[in-house]
């Protein structure tokens, strides 16, 4: 079984490379922040409280999190491996996760980062916040406090996953192309 974590700040390009990745490995997209925004749209108490959160810049709880992607999990057993997309973000929720797939005998094949400059994701977000409406992506100083966060919080998975050798940084500037033929060099060379 393939499973993929894509790591990345806001705005490095991970959901437009899960898509690829996706159809190329037929692998099931677990985004915690379409599943979030799922729970949002349906008004759900999870949704109402996780918007609070997001639309501050903030990380929404790891055991819930936890609990929608072992429900995700379990609803796909027959699946080819699975493409992790903004989780783990924090040392903790990485070996919670790691717990969890022992649990259902398999394991993070390799750690994928898309790397890009703050400047670059400080452009690209308020571009994407002019279509969708979000107000995660239409507020820079909203936007400079999440790619903080994301610093401060996921920082240290890259040394996680250094140390069972599963972290392998991608440049994530270019063409959507070269970045996924990066990304799919990596892979095949796992």
Do not use: W
């Not at 918007?51 to 992607?69: H, R, S, Y």
């Not at 989780?87 to 903790?92: D, E, I, S, V």
């Not at 390799?110 to 571009?127: A, F, G, Q, T, W």
Request: aromatic letters at 6%; a neutral charge.
């Amino acid at each position: 079984m393939l499973n993929i974590v894509l790591f990345g700040p806001p705005g490095a390009g991970k959901g437009t490379q899960s898509e690829r990745l996706i159809e190329k490995y037929r692998l099931v997209h677990l985004s915690t922040g379409d599943i979030l925004r799922n729970e949002i749209a349906n008004g759900t108490a999870l949704g109402m409280e996780a918007k609070k959160l997001m639309d501050q810049g903030l990380l929404v709880p790891d055991e819930v999190v936890i609990g929608m992607i072992d429900a995700r999990i379990d609803a796909n057993r027959n699946a080819n491996g699975f493409i992790f997309d903004g989780f783990p973000r924090t040392t903790a929720q990485a070996e919670a996760l790691d717990k969890l797939l022992a649990q259902k005998s398999t394991s993070i094949s390799l750690m994928l980062s898309l790397e890009v400059p703050k400047d670059e994701l400080i452009k690209r977000l308020l571009n994407r916040g002019k279509d969708s409406g979000r107000p995660d992506d239409s507020n820079e100083t909203v936007i400079e406090k999440r790619i903080t966060e994301y610093n401060n919080k996921t920082a240290p998975l890259k040394d996680y996953y250094s140390k069972q050798n599963k972290f392998f940084g991608i440049k994530g500037v270019g063409s959507v192309e070269e970045i996924f033929g990066l990304l799919c060099g990596q892979i095949e060379k796992k």
